[in-house]
């Protein structure tokens, strides 16, 4: 079974400064990892997924997250947070192919970003 | 142009009614996926269709079901309403079966039953 865990219900940061949103993850076989962001009353948003290659993924409005595959970690960052980052983000993971009959997006909880200026 | 759109956008009933919600993409997308968020913002696969074939059911009751008139649609169908059905449902499409395709979601339909 595929699972995500996002630790944080929560993530404050201030304007400017960077942010990290964590995400740990497990799978049988090779991961495949997304992140989206939901902002209010509205639907989710792919922001990045990694496949393979380098461990450093760079997505939408500058956000990158980093694979780490000794952690079974894939941390969303951004170097310098805006006002209007603030919305919830999901982790998400599907299983390789060689893990049969999962083929959706398995979620995490989510973490509420909350920048302040 | 919504990629994903999903009808009604809200959608207040009373327990016992049966309703449905309806989902088309113009993506040009073989897969589309029936999600559940609860009042906790916890996300979960309900279906998944892959060209109006049913690859993915979860456990959900039976009241709940999915209908794929042709790969661009996928609706939901729920009989007997119950108050635990409250949540935002979510329609999403991706391209063929590759686990590594991200998915497209609706705005989403928040279900209130009184």
């Known amino acids: 079974a595929q699972s995500v865990a996002q630790p944080e219900d929560q993530v404050n940061v201030a304007e400017g400064n960077p942010l990290t949103v964590k995400c740990t993850y497990s799978v049988s076989g090779n991961p495949y990892l997304f992140w989206y962001v939901q902002y209010p009353n509205r639907g989710l948003q792919f922001l990045l997924k990694y496949i393979t290659g380098d461990n450093l993924v760079k997505g939408s409005y500058g956000f990158e997250a980093e694979f780490n595959k000794s952690q079974t970690s894939f941390h969303l960052k951004k170097p310098s947070a805006l006002v209007s980052d603030s919305a919830l983000y999901f982790c998400a993971v599907r299983a390789s192919p060689g893990d049969t009959g999962r083929r959706a997006l398995t979620f995490g909880s989510g973490t509420r970003l909350q920048v302040q200026p | 142009d919504t990629a994903v759109s999903q009808t009604p956008k809200y959608l207040v009933t009373q327990m016992g009614n049966d309703k449905s919600i309806k989902c088309e993409q113009n993506l040009g997308h073989d897969t589309m996926y029936w999600y559940k968020q609860d009042s906790k913002k916890f996300l979960k696969i309900m279906f998944s269709y892959n060209n109006k074939e049913l690859i993915i059911n979860e456990t959900v009751p039976n009241r709940f079901s999915p209908k794929s008139p042709d790969k661009a649609h996928l609706n939901l169908h729920i009989n007997s309403l119950e108050l635990g059905d409250s949540a935002v449902y979510f329609c999403?499409?991706?391209?063929?079966?590759?686990?590594?395709?991200?998915?497209?979601f609706g705005q989403g339909t928040r279900l209130t039953v009184v």
């Open positions: 999403a499409s991706s391209r063929g079966r590759e686990v590594f395709t991200e998915a497209f």
